[in-house]
């Protein structure tokens, strides 16, 4: 296979070609004049007219790449006005045989492409797309419905057998009797056009609810016919009842227990303003995130309430604020600080858009600012928009547009986009493992940075051959070099010199018959190592956690090979992995790797700083209940133990 072949395969076996056209190639072509065929809009892309718009989009910086591919033209663009005549006829060649089947042009758009630094969970968009998916909570509106409808009612059913008790029998007008049946026949033809009207509510259908108990014996009386005697004690029973609890309608206790009901249920539903909150994100980039979305949060203005009947003032609730929220667009720390992100998931899905403008720096550094970075810029953001195979950073390099725009490689920015992401690794969940997602980012960042760093992800064995993993072995001997004499080694029992020893020799498998040894006899609820495909360091959690525990799972890399050193202290990492590890919802799996990363912080702070956070612990331990505190105290005892040497 000849070096053209190779280069080709590289990108485009893996695509998967789209026969039919999209919207902005048909308009592209009727703009241009050409049939609507990609191989038509290629060959007019490489003459004047179509080399002076991908011009104009690398200035404007306003197109979106929905694919890796996308960039190739626009590439070719650049070095036809860099003067690079020859690499873009050779950029050319390669792209020609696919011109029928690939798209190689951008995405227009009427915003300016690529941001620096920032990152958002979700675009604004897609935070519409939710708030206009919530719909009225049925309990709500049926409270709504009982405040607004059937309290008033029941106030004026108590109202007319009060004033029956009342009555005296002298009286001008119409005889008691006959005034008395008329407002009863009327009450009751208002309950049934309640009843038909507002059907949410079936408090008043229970025969045995006060309400109905007054309806019945209502019915009694608008026909005119004498109340049994069991009725009329029933009756006289829930009258005197709903008085005791209430007060009389019209008394200043039921007075204020009504107005403060009617406040209530004159709150709008979280669907109505969820409604208006969209509305307000309709005129905003669908694409992009928000830099203040205070600026659509704040309550119902005038005007608003004016056009849409919500009552002005009202504040947005937090259900809906957390949708719109999450379309922050600020660096990850912020994103951290606010509890936008909340676990090392979102934080590696992140990273393409708040790395983007660091690594575009590593293929042509000399290039500070202008088209060119940010369409790398681009190229590395819209990975959120790529299949996940095309997300792997490390494969952009290897493509032959970019490498034709940026033949040389420099590692700095990389290394400096591996240390950061390490940094929000370390930092921002000190008592939680990093997500298979983050470091399979980190191996990525390290392989452009050049770093040949030992990091791992499961299974540990393969369940085949039954034999450790190769990637095992680099991580324990990193775990050695770090731990060794430190309270980590002691704590947990390890013996590092005859780690590393393994690790160098590569003894697999006296590294996975110490991991057995170290979990013991298998017990309840573990895997019997008698089944014929059992492999412990695949099938055995409690294998694999001593795997984890020797190895640290990956904090060792971490700290030894990327060089990272917390802002804040290892000292304040061991705190807030103490924090994780006595919460109430820990549970004992979660808790334990809490514990392992407090006494891995623990061992790399100086003396007087281990003995500042035990007496920390112990202090926090005093205020725990009795429970919590009980379950960590042989943990802390040994901590301190392991500390003494």
């Known amino acids: 296979m000849n070096e053209d072949t190779t280069q080709r395969t590289e990108w485009a076996d893996y695509r998967h070609y789209r026969p039919v056209l999209q919207p902005h190639e048909r308009e592209a072509a009727r703009l241009a004049g050409v049939p609507e065929n990609r191989?038509?809009?290629?060959a007019y892309s490489l003459t004047g007219p179509g080399i002076a718009r991908l011009w104009s989009l690398l200035d404007s910086g306003r197109y979106e790449l929905h694919a890796p591919e996308e960039a190739a033209l626009l590439c070719v663009a650049w070095l036809v006005r860099e003067g690079e005549l020859d690499a873009a006829a050779e950029l050319v060649a390669l792209l020609e045989p696919f011109a029928d089947r690939i798209p190689f042009?951008?995405?227009?758009?009427?915003?300016?492409?690529?941001?620096?630094?920032?990152?958002?969970?979700?675009?604004?968009?897609?935070?519409?797309?939710?708030?206009?998916q919530r719909r009225p909570n049925a309990a709500v509106?049926?409270?709504?419905?009982?405040?607004?409808?059937?309290?008033?009612?029941?106030?004026?059913?108590?109202?007319?057998?009060?004033?029956?008790?009342?009555?005296?029998?002298?009286s001008s007008g119409p005889a008691p009797a006959d005034l008395a049946r008329t407002q009863g026949a009327a009450l009751l033809e208002r309950y049934e056009a309640l009843t038909a009207a507002h059907p949410l509510t079936g408090r008043h259908r229970d025969p045995k609810s006060n309400t109905a108990v007054l309806l019945r014996a209502l019915s009694e009386s608008a026909a005119g016919r004498e109340l049994p005697p069991h009725l009329t004690g029933l009756l006289r029973s829930c009258v005197a009842s709903m008085v005791a609890r209430r007060g009389r309608p019209g008394s200043p206790e039921h007075t204020r227990l009504r107005l403060a009901q009617a406040r209530q249920a004159a709150q709008p539903a979280h669907s109505e303003l969820a409604a208006l909150v969209r509305d307000r994100l309709a005129p905003l980039d669908p694409d992009s995130g928000l830099a203040d979305p205070d600026a659509v949060l704040g309550p119902v203005t005038v005007e608003e309430a004016g056009q849409t009947g919500l009552t002005s003032g009202t504040a947005v609730p937090p259900a809906v604020r957390a949708v719109v929220t999450a379309a922050l667009s600020a660096p990850p720390e912020t994103l951290l600080a606010c509890g936008v992100v909340t676990s090392a998931?979102?934080?590696?899905?992140?990273?393409?858009?708040?790395?983007?403008?660091?690594?575009a720096l590593a293929w042509h550094p000399e290039v500070l600012d202008g088209p060119l970075r940010t369409l790398l810029t681009e190229l590395y953001q819209g990975s959120r928009r790529f299949n996940p195979y095309l997300r792997r950073f490390a494969r952009y390099p290897d493509l032959p547009w970019i490498r034709a725009v940026s033949p040389t490689h420099v590692r700095e920015p990389a290394h400096a986009a591996l240390r950061r992401l390490a940094f929000l690794a370390l930092e921002a969940f000190p008592g939680s493992d990093p997500s298979s997602r983050l470091i399979q980012q980190l191996v990525e960042l390290a392989q452009e940075a050049g770093i040949q760093a030992s990091f791992f992800l499961e299974p540990f064995a393969d369940n085949y051959t039954r034999t450790v993993t190769g990637k095992l072995m680099p991580a324990a001997r990193v775990a050695a070099d770090l731990l060794r004499g430190t309270p980590y080694e002691?704590?947990?029992?390890?013996?590092?010199?005859?780690?590393?020893?393994?690790?160098?020799?590569?003894?697999?498998?006296?590294?996975?018959?110490?991991?057995?040894?170290?979990?013991?006899?298998?017990?309840?609820?573990r895997p019997q190592a008698l089944k014929p495909t059992f492999m412990p360091l695949v099938s055995d959690p409690v294998v694999i956690e001593q795997a984890m525990t020797l190895t640290t799972f990956n904090l060792a890399p971490l700290v030894h090979e990327v060089g990272v050193t917390p802002r804040a202290g290892w000292d304040a990492l061991a705190r807030g992995a103490f924090t994780a590890a006595r919460r109430r919802s820990a549970t004992p799996k979660k808790a334990a790797r809490a514990w392992r990363h407090l006494m891995f912080h623990l061992s790399l702070c100086?003396?007087?700083?281990?003995?500042?956070?035990?007496?920390?612990?112990?202090?926090?331990?005093?205020?725990?209940?009795?429970?919590?505190?009980?379950?960590?105290?042989p943990m802390v005892a040994g901590a301190r133990r392991a500390t003494r040497g």
Do not use: N
């Open 39 to 42: 191989r038509a809009l290629f």
């Open 606 to 633: 100086d003396t007087a700083r281990q003995a500042a956070v035990l007496d920390w612990i112990d202090a926090e331990s005093a205020r725990l209940p009795a429970s919590t505190a009980a379950r960590l105290a």
């Open 141 to 170: 509106a049926a409270q709504h419905e009982a405040l607004t409808v059937w309290r008033p009612f029941e106030d004026e059913l108590l109202a007319y057998w009060l004033r029956q008790a009342d009555t005296s029998s002298a």
């Open 345 to 359: 998931e979102p934080l590696a899905e992140l990273a393409p858009q708040y790395l983007g403008a660091d690594l």
């Open 490 to 525: 002691r704590y947990y029992g390890i013996d590092y010199a005859a780690v590393r020893d393994m690790a160098e020799a590569d003894d697999r498998e006296g590294f996975g018959r110490l991991c057995v040894e170290r979990a013991g006899p298998p017990g309840p609820g």
């Open 105 to 132: 042009a951008p995405h227009p758009t009427d915003r300016p492409a690529a941001g620096t630094g920032s990152a958002h969970v979700r675009t604004t968009g897609e935070a519409a797309r939710l708030l206009a």
